[in-house]
């Protein structure tokens, strides 16, 4: 800006130098121009006066003429202060007063002679080579019975008029000097006016362009420039706006896309990926430092989904198809890819959606798993309950002992029949969450002493010890039916599994303080323990450890798969402990309040 201020300076100094000199020069000329014109006019008129006082003298010899025109021109010259010089009509020379006339050349030629000639008068202004210096000259004819006999010539020397002309050039340029300081110090005073504002917008524009929105150019006036100022605050407050704008969508889009379920993938038209959500690493095993910037055929991806982007790009066409990923993870995923074109069908690349169906697929397959349990499970007594009674039909009947003993049997499956179809009813509704909870305070050292003598009779068939230890003060907010349905098929677990003389108990403490206070139950047998390997599926729908020894005990396969889902619904949790030929653990954290 500096640099501009300087350049806008020096304009004005030229303008303002070039306008002072050229009315300078002019005014100079037309000094000049008006000295002159008063000297020859002053000197037509001694013209005028030596023409009728002198008198033309042509008879005599050449040297008697000479001489009397050479002392007229010096008598002349003392009262005219010129030089005086007489001239013959063919040019000669007859007399000077200030050089001899003989060593004069021919003067027909001189241009104010040749004016004189044509015109009645002339004059100009040449160097003259006798004197060595310019001088005015002006010439009249002298006429005589109607024709030119001679000139008379008056000159005039102009040193004075030229020092004049150059003592008012030092005036000029000495003035000019001074305008030059004077007109210096105002225009740059001037070019600091209009670039200071203009230096403070260039500011301000330049924070705009590096992201400064905020910037502001404070306006002081009224003029162009500050209308000038006033578009850039306002060209400021919309960029700033727009940006905000920007920022807040692409803040939404951004929180969007890295809180979406889905993987969200963008590969531009040269096939290089240009977005990755958070769930797309999580899916794919690689963050968006790894592949941004990569083409999707040199990053180390799946061989099939390189394969499906490889076909989009080809056929600009939508593709979906199910891939399984093994890492980082076994997962099912299914996977859209969508051609992205503009509103002029120009093409931009390729967007892939991950879904994670990896659930689903597992939801399907339980859902199947249990169809086919169901089924077994149903055909099994179904099955022995058609057979005892074909035989009875066939003759066994009638042998009252034999009969009574397929009854029985046929009764027992009946009841096991119904076991199954009501843990099966019961478990839909527990899953489906159709049995809403009715929550009460629960005495829990009473609540289990109710427990523990309920089921004291089966134990005691197989002298199994049922062991309580339950502080006195310890109460807890829960579903008094649905708890007594969890400690019962837990209890009931450990009688079956246990060998006689064995030990089934119930233990339970206070754990934490406040709200998140909890109580945490544990439930524990001596009984044949679980497999490490098994432990993880235990809660799974008819899944059995000893599936021989659970039919024989009469067992549905659904009694852990509910005390699992009716934990849960009381906002707890449930683990198991076990070792084989030891016994389990059954581990229950509740909270205290609902």
């Given at each position: 800006?500096l ?5 806008l300076?020096?304009?004005?100094i030229t303008?303002i130098g ?6 300078g020069?002019f005014?100079m ?6 000295h002159l014109t008063?000297?020859?006019e002053?000197m037509?008129?001694?013209?005028n006066?030596?023409s ?20 007229e ?15 013959r009509?063919?040019g000669?020379v007859?007399?000077d007063s200030?050089e001899e006339?003989?060593?004069?050349d021919?003067?027909l030629?001189?241009v104010?002679?040749q004016?004189?000639?044509e015109h009645g008068?002339g004059?100009s202004?040449?160097f ?13 004819p002298v ?7 001679g000139?008379i010539r008056?000159?005039?020397g ?5 020092q ?9 340029l000495s ?6 300081l004077?007109?210096?110090?105002i225009s740059y005073r001037?070019a600091?006016?209009?670039?200071r504002p203009?230096?403070?917008?260039t500011?301000?524009a330049?924070q ?10 404070k306006v ?5 420039i ?6 850039i605050?306002l ?5 700033q706006f ?6 807040e969508d692409e803040?939404?889009m ?7 379920i889905?993987?969200v993938l963008?590969?531009d038209r ?6 990755l959500?958070?769930?797309a690493?999580e899916l ?6 790894e ?7 040199e990053a ?5 989904l390189t394969?499906?982007i490889?076909?989009?790009?080809e ?5 979906r198809?199910?891939i399984?990923f ?9 996977i859209?890819l969508?051609?992205m ?16 169906i990896?659930?689903?697929?597992r939801?399907?397959r ?5 169809v086919?349990?169901v089924?077994?499970e149903l ?19 009638n ?7 397929f ?5 027992d499956?009946?009841?096991?029949l119904?076991?199954?179809?009501g843990?099966i009813?019961?478990?839909s509704?527990?899953?489906?969450k159709?049995?809403?909870?009715q929550f009460?305070p629960?005495?829990l050292s009473?609540?289990?002493?109710k ?10 068939k197989?002298?199994i010890n ?5 502080p006195?003060?310890?109460y807890?907010?829960?579903?008094e ?18 060998p006689?003389g ?5 233990k339970?403490?206070s754990v934490?303080?406040g709200r ?11 009984g ?5 390997k ?7 729908r008819?899944y ?6 659970s ?12 005390v ?5 619904l ?6 198991v402990?076990s070792e084989i030929g030891?016994g389990?653990r059954?581990?229950i954290e ?5």
């Amino acid at each position: 800006m500096l640099k501009f201020r300087v350049r806008l300076t020096l304009i004005f100094i030229t303008i303002i130098g070039l306008s002072v000199t050229a009315a300078g020069i002019f005014m100079m000329s037309v000094l000049k121009e008006s000295h002159l014109t008063e000297m020859r006019e002053g000197m037509f008129r001694q013209l005028n006066i030596i023409s009728a006082t002198v008198e033309w003298k042509s008879s005599g010899s050449d040297d008697e003429i000479v001489e009397y025109f050479e002392t007229e021109a010096l008598r002349i010259k003392q009262f005219a202060e010129a030089r005086v010089t007489f001239i013959r009509a063919d040019g000669l020379v007859l007399g000077d007063s200030d050089e001899e006339a003989e060593a004069m050349d021919d003067h027909l030629s001189r241009v104010e002679i040749q004016q004189a000639k044509e015109h009645g008068s002339g004059t100009s202004v040449r160097f003259s080579n006798t004197v060595k210096h310019n001088m005015l000259y002006v010439a009249r004819p002298v006429i005589e019975g109607g024709q030119i006999v001679g000139y008379i010539r008056l000159a005039v020397g102009l040193q004075d008029v030229e020092q004049a002309t150059w003592r008012l050039w030092s005036y000029l340029l000495s003035g000019l000097i001074i305008v030059f300081l004077f007109s210096g110090l105002i225009s740059y005073r001037i070019a600091q006016g209009l670039t200071r504002p203009l230096e403070r917008m260039t500011k301000v524009a330049q924070q705009i362009s590096r992201m400064n929105y905020r910037a502001r150019v404070k306006v002081r006036s009224k003029d162009e420039i500050g209308q000038l100022g006033n578009a850039i605050n306002l060209m400021a407050d919309s960029l700033q706006f727009q940006v905000n704008r920007i920022q807040e969508d692409e803040s939404r889009m951004k929180s969007v896309l890295d809180n979406m379920i889905s993987g969200v993938l963008m590969i531009d038209r040269l096939g290089h990926f240009v977005l990755l959500n958070r769930s797309a690493e999580e899916l794919i095993g690689f963050t968006s430092q790894e592949l941004l910037g990569k083409k999707y055929d040199e990053a180390k991806q799946q061989f099939e989904l390189t394969r499906m982007i490889e076909d989009c790009f080809e056929r600009r066409e939508p593709i979906r198809d199910e891939i399984v990923f093994y890492f980082p993870e076994e997962r099912t995923l299914d996977i859209n890819l969508a051609p992205m074109t503009d509103g002029f069908g120009d093409w931009h690349g390729v967007v892939i959606v991950l879904h994670d169906i990896t659930a689903i697929r597992r939801l399907e397959r339980i859902r199947s798993e249990f169809v086919a349990n169901v089924s077994h499970e149903l055909k099994t007594p179904i099955a022995a309950v058609k057979g005892f009674a074909e035989t009875l039909l066939a003759g066994a009947v009638n042998d009252l002992e034999t009969a009574k003993s397929f009854l029985q049997i046929i009764f027992d499956e009946s009841e096991r029949l119904n076991r199954l179809i009501g843990d099966i009813l019961e478990l839909s509704k527990i899953e489906s969450k159709r049995i809403p909870l009715q929550f009460s305070p629960v005495h829990l050292s009473g609540f289990t002493d109710k427990i523990v003598h309920m089921m004291q009779a089966e134990a005691t068939k197989k002298k199994i010890n049922i062991e309580s230890y339950v502080p006195e003060d310890l109460y807890i907010e829960a579903d008094e039916d649905r708890l007594r349905q969890i400690f019962i098929n837990l209890l009931s677990n450990g009688v079956n599994y246990t060998p006689e003389g064995g030990t089934v108990g119930i233990k339970m403490e206070s754990v934490g303080s406040g709200r998140d206070e909890k109580v945490r139950i544990i439930i524990y047998d001596t009984g044949i323990g679980i497999p490490k390997k098994d432990i993880p599926r235990i809660f799974e729908r008819f899944y059995r450890v000893d599936k021989a020894r659970s039919r024989s005990s009469g067992g549905t396969g659904l009694g852990l798969s509910i005390v699992k889902h009716l934990v849960e619904l009381h906002k707890a949790t449930i683990r198991v402990e076990s070792e084989i030929g030891i016994g389990s653990r059954f581990i229950i954290e509740m909270p205290v309040l609902q």
